[in-house]
């Protein structure tokens, strides 16, 4: 479902487990414009729960400050701290692990915007499943 992702050669992975640090384990992110998305472990099932991005980009070219390990480290929902989303999560729904995998979009190899290439993703993963994954509350 995810071919448009193999393209970008600057990706890598990494897993949250109940009581991990999010900013310990993410710590090898790369701070640059990119695409990520959480897959969950839970009871024996793996699913796919999450599809987001980082790296804004003004009218003018540049982009938002915040990269990859900037937004993976922020908040969830607006409001929430992703490290206590993990913990939240890990708890009710009795989650083993969180698969966090990233890619950057846009370097020297690559120009593509993440919004475009979330879109693509989220899109991908609705074909299939005729809605969005469970975290994302919309697009």
């Known amino acids: 479902m995810f071919d448009e992702s193999k393209k970008y050669k600057n990706n890598g ?3 949250f487990k109940p009581g991990d640090n999010l900013r310990e384990v993410s710590k090898d992110v790369p701070n640059l414009p990119g695409v990520y998305y959480f897959i969950r472990f839970s009871n024996g099932n793996i699913e796919l729960v999450y599809i ?4 804004s980009v003004e009218q003018s070219g540049e982009f938002k400050k915040q990269g990859l390990r900037g937004r993976l480290n922020n908040k969830q ?3 929430i701290k992703r ?3 993990f913990d939240d999560k890990c708890e009710t729904e009795n989650i083993e692990t969180i698969y966090v995998y990233w ?10 915007l993440p919004g475009y290439v979330e879109g693509l993703l989220l899109q991908s993963f609705f074909d ?3 809605c969005l994954p469970e975290w994302n509350r919309s697009f």
């Not at 987001?52 to 790296?55: I, L, N, V, W």
């Not at 890619?103 to 593509?112: C, E, G, L, Y």
């Open 77 to 79: 929902e607006k409001d």
């Open 13 to 15: 992975h990494f897993f």
């Open 52 to 55: 987001g991005k980082s790296g």
């Open 103 to 112: 890619f950057v979009t846009f370097n020297k190899a690559h120009h593509n």
């Open 83 to 85: 490290q206590d989303f």
């Open 128 to 130: 299939v499943h005729k």
